[in-house]
C-alpha cells in the first residue's frame, strides 16, 4: 500500500533509534490532514463500542472487575506515556491507538525534559504491549458469560479497529519505525 508523505522544510525530524550513518536522506514528520483527524475519530468509534459494552458488563458484575480494568487501561497509558518521549507528535494530534491519548498528555507532562534513549523506549514499549494485551483480553470470559455473542462481536470489533487503524495509521505514521506495532504493520503490509 502506498501512502503520500508530505515534506515540508518546518516538518523535518530524525527518527529516534535510527544510526546517522544509516540516514542516507533527511526524515520528515508526516503532517495529519483534517482528513486524517476525522477519520481517526471515526476510527474510535470502533474501538469505543466493544470498550463501553466491556465496561457496562464489567460493572453489572461487579466494581472491582470494572476497577480493575480501567485501572489497567491507565497503567497501559502510563507505560505507553515513557514510549512518547521522541515521538514527534508528542504533544500535538497523534493518533493514538486503543484511545491511549493521555499517553500523549502524561508523556508531555512528567517527561517533558527527558530524551529519547532506547532501552528506556523498549523497556517501557513492551510493558505498554503486555498491559493492552492484559486489559483487551480481561472481559473476555465475563463477556461470554452474558452471552458468547457478547464475546465473539468484542472480539470481531477490535479485530476490525486494529486492521483499519494499522493499515490507514500506522503507515503514514512518522513513529511507526520506532513503535513495535507501527514495524508489524509495515511487516504485514509489506511497505
Ligand atoms: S503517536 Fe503514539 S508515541 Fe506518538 S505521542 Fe501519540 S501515543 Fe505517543
Known amino acids: 500500500m502506498k501512502t503520500t508523505i508530505k515534506q515540508s522544510p518546518l516538518s523535518h525530524h530524525k527518527i529516534p533509534g535510527k544510526e546517522e550513518s544509516a540516514m542516507t536522506h533527511q526524515e520528515c514528520t508526516y503532517r495529519w490532514t483534517g482528513i486524517d483527524k476525522q477519520s481517526y475519530l471515526l476510527s474510535l468509534i470502533l474501538f469505543l463500542i466493544p470498550f ?112 483499519l487503524f494499522s493499515s490507514f495509521f500506522c503507515l503514514k505514521c512518522s513513529y511507526s519505525d520506532t513503535c513495535p506495532g507501527g514495524r508489524t504493520a509495515h511487516k504485514l503490509y509489506k511497505k
Do not use: D
Open 52 to 163: 463501553v459494552g466491556a465496561v457496562y458488563v464489567l460493572a453489572n458484575v461487579s466494581i472491582y472487575l470494572l476497577l480493575t480494568f480501567i485501572g489497567v487501561y491507565v497503567l497501559v497509558n502510563i507505560f505507553q506515556a515513557g514510549a512518547c518521549v521522541g515521538c514527534p507528535y508528542r504533544g500535538k494530534f497523534c493518533p493514538a491507538i486503543f484511545g491511549v491519548y493521555f499517553s500523549n498528555v502524561i508523556s508531555s507532562i512528567i517527561y517533558r525534559n527527558r530524551t529519547f534513549e532506547r532501552r528506556f523506549f523498549n523497556m517501557n514499549a513492551n510493558l505498554a504491549s503486555i498491559t493492552s494485551i492484559v486489559v483487551l483480553l480481561f472481559p473476555i470470559y465475563w463477556l461470554a458469560l452474558s452471552g458468547w455473542y457478547y464475546a465473539v462481536g468484542y472480539l470481531v470489533f477490535l479485530t476490525a479497529y486494529w486492521f
